[in-house]
């Protein structure tokens, strides 16, 4: 899952145009959102759509688990890895 982990926080830094952010700054399990990683609603908005398109993931905003997904990389992974193992 380490290769999966640096392809997500890559993902993250170019989808949002993280300028003084590198990859390797973003720890595994440090939030993504508000005092972590610091990204806001609309970050997660183009990030989920950055996933659907590398990933092929169907999100539903009506899922009630899916904040849990988008809390750190190690949740996205378990997303990927989730929908992986389902094709």
Do not use: H, W
């Amino acid at each position: 899952m380490n290769d999966l982990k640096l392809e997500i926080k890559r993902l993250i830094v170019e989808v949002l145009s993280l300028e003084d952010v590198r990859p390797e700054d973003i720890q595994d399990d440090a939030p993504l959102f508000n005092e972590g990683l610091g990204l806001d609603s609309i970050d997660a908005l183009e990030l989920g759509v950055a996933l659907r398109k590398r990933y092929q993931i169907r999100l539903e905003a009506n899922d009630a688990g899916i904040r849990d997904y988008f809390r750190n990389v190690t949740s996205l992974c378990r997303l990927v890895e989730r929908y992986r193992g389902s094709t």
